[in-house]
């Protein structure tokens, strides 16, 4: 089905009772050319682009949940291409450009929502970083503007602007920066990769990776052993277990992340804001809630939740920048599992066994990410080789001594 403005007003008429499904409930095929591991944004994206790209239709993705239950239902929904470093700036603008045309292209109303990120600056130290990665996005092609503290008390005047150890000197601005509504992604490209032929298949656990004579074969599931000729993990924060049933052995650590969303409010916040003095960042959904988020809980864990440390720090953080914060109720928060890598940027690529295709360490900026993840992770499985922009996304950069450090922290991924 067709979604229209026209196919809005026919199923008005009828009582809105014969939209048809967003997609099957296919039982797994005994075989698929490409198996896809997750059912988040990045293994249906995948299966949307193999499909619509590549004419590559015989593709199962497999969800051990349901679709979009992963952190592509559960982040703060920011989306920009303000990266600095070469391995990640062209990377990041294609997934820009590719969301500009989103919701044309899947025909789906993703919510994409165009109201710039403004990222603040409280010392000349920053002020310089800003100036040098503004810099850099411009020499990139892509628009950045450096904003005074005037400037900024024009556009958001609502900051704590007095704060004597955190004084606002100015921000950074990317106008095409904004939000997307999350789950929204999932089911635009889940819909779409159905649509073209692709097997969606919820509840569907995978358990093993068969090998035999050093090629997978296949991967056994709660439904049953499912073969294929080749398999693609796009399983974010489970990477490291998935991929260890290949033993491989990946430099990503599990690490939890908090979201927040407040009561409903009047139209307040304009923008995405980032707050330099820490690590806090807010906008405001169209539904009126705020939705902010913080740093990572700093421990290891596969646990979907977070802890009342973090709580307290992020809303200490919250109310630091926006005092008026204080006045709005918290109605719920969660957590999602991060896969963050060494070097804190993500990594598509073929691993040492031939037909088994990588694609995480997507940390906790993988959403903005998902349609050129998508794009060139299905270029790189139809193709063997990677796509332009992704090319230096490796595995092999940290043997190497090539890493991609966007925030200069070293090898510590709760850092990052
Ligand atoms: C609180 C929070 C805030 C965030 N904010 C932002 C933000 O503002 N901007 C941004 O760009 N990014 C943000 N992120 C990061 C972003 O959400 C992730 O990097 C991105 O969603 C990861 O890719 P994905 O969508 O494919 O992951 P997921 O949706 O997690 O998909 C992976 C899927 O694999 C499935 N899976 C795992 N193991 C198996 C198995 N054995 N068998 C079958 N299926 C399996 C999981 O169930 C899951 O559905 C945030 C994340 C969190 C948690």
């Not at 993705?61 to 992963?70: A, D, T």
């Not at 539904?287 to 979907?304: C, E, I, P, R």
């Not at 349609?371 to 790189?380: E, Q, V």
């Amino acid at each position: 089905m067709r979604y229209s403005a026209f196919s809005i007003l026919k199923n008005a008429f009828s009582g809105n009772r014969n939209w048809a499904p967003m997609w099957r409930e296919p039982q797994p095929k005994p075989h698929y050319d490409v198996i896809i591991v997750g059912g988040g944004g990045h293994g249906l994206a995948t299966a949307y682009y193999l499909a619509k790209e590549h004419g590559i239709t015989n593709v199962a993705v497999l969800e051990k949940s349901y679709l979009g239950s992963g952190n592509v239902g559960r982040n703060t929904t920011i989306v920009r291409s303000n990266y600095m470093l070469e391995g990640n700036e062209p990377f990041y603008e294609l997934s820009m450009k590719l969301w500009e045309g989103l919701e044309q292209d899947f025909n789906y109303n993703a919510m994409m929502s165009q109201r710039g990120i403004i990222n603040l600056f409280h010392s000349d130290g920053q002020r310089d970083a800003y100036a040098r990665r503004g810099n850099s996005m411009r020499m990139h092609g892509i628009e950045a503007e450096l904003l005074d503290r005037e400037q900024v008390k024009k556009m958001i005047p609502y900051l704590n602007y007095e704060h004597a150890r955190f004084p606002v000197l100015g921000g950074l601005l990317q106008r095409r920066a904004g939000t997307a509504r999350h789950d929204a992604v999932a089911w635009g490209y889940g819909r779409g990769a159905d649509q073209r032929g692709v097997d969606l298949i919820q509840q569907c656990e995978v358990t093993g990776i068969r090998r035999e004579n050093g090629v997978v074969t296949g991967v056994e599931t709660t439904k049953g052993f499912i073969g294929c000729n080749k398999l693609a993990l796009a399983a974010a924060g489970n990477t490291s277990t998935v991929a260890r049933m290949a033993d491989l052995q990946l430099p990503i650590e599990s690490h939890v992340l908090q979201a927040f969303v407040t009561e409903g409010i009047k139209p307040a916040i304009d923008n995405v804001i980032t707050y330099g003095a820490g690590h806090f960042y807010i906008s405001q959904s169209d539904k009126g809630g705020l939705v902010f988020g913080a740093n990572l809980d700093y421990y290891s864990s596969y646990a979907q939740r977070g802890n009342l440390e973090t709580v307290e720090h992020t809303i200490e953080e919250g109310v630091s920048m926006i005092p008026g914060l204080s006045r709005v109720r918290v109605l719920r928060a969660w957590g999602g599992v991060m896969d963050m890598s060494m070097d804190g940027s993500p990594i598509i690529d073929r691993t040492a066994i031939d037909n088994l295709y990588l694609n995480c360490g997507w940390c906790y900026g993988g959403f903005k990410a998902t349609p050129a993840s998508g794009f060139c992770f299905a270029h790189l499985i139809a193709r063997n080789e990677p796509h332009q922009v992704a090319r230096l996304l490796r595995l092999d950069r940290f043997r190497r001594g090539f890493a991609i450090d966007e925030g200069g922290k070293g090898p510590q991924p709760n850092l990052h």
